[in-house]
């Protein structure tokens, strides 16, 4: 099987389940932003990443796989019968991994400033990425052409990656950046 197809050189792309779109239709948006999310997951998991983290982040990815293919799928087609849905045990693992987390963690007091190991950082580029995806899910949520579980995943999924961007410091004994603005002058 070739990689190459030549039918995307004039700017359109093909969905899954059929239809053709242009390269940068909201939902082609929508899923290139989570392929990016994954990628940088990715990433992530290439620089010293605790091991606890390091699996959850495998599972994350897997997931986000079948989010973009949600994404790419228009719903009503024969092809959305055959994709994997999201589950609701998926969110509810983040959440159980945020609460678990934060017991280890000291309480945050001021805002935070992205940065520390490159575990941290790498974690702090993804959640950024992570919501640009929300926002580009949004138009699709508005319009019903995905559904509302696809929102919430990405959400809560932005929740968790800050909190295990703190753990991955905490954990090497870095500590949180606190933003402290400048008092105004005048």
């Not at 990405?154 to 954990?171: E, I, Y």
Request: glycine share 10%; with cysteine; net charge negative.
């Amino acid at each position: 099987m070739k990689i190459y197809t030549k039918t995307g050189d004039a700017g359109e792309t093909g969905l899954f389940g059929g239809g053709r779109v242009q390269k940068d239709d909201e939902r082609v948006d929508a899923y290139g932003e989570v392929d990016e999310l994954n990628a940088t997951l990715g990433l992530a998991r290439s620089l010293s990443m605790p091991p606890e983290l390091d699996g959850f982040l495998q599972k994350l990815q897997e997931q986000l796989f079948t989010v973009g293919a949600v994404l790419a799928t228009p719903q009503g087609t024969k092809a959305s019968s055959y994709i994997p849905q999201l589950k609701a045990e998926w969110v509810e693992a983040m959440e159980q991994a945020i609460d678990r987390f934060e017991t280890e963690l000291p309480k945050m007091t001021h805002f935070i400033l992205p940065g520390g190991t490159q575990a941290s950082s790498a974690l702090h580029v993804a959640r950024t990425v992570c919501r640009r995806a929300e926002r580009r899910v949004v138009p699709l949520l508005r319009e019903g052409m995905v559904s509302a579980d696809v929102g919430v995943f990405l959400n809560r999924l932005s929740d968790l990656l800050f909190v295990m961007a703190r753990v991955a410091n905490h954990r090497e004994g870095v500590p949180d950046v606190k933003w402290i603005p400048e008092k105004p002058t005048g």
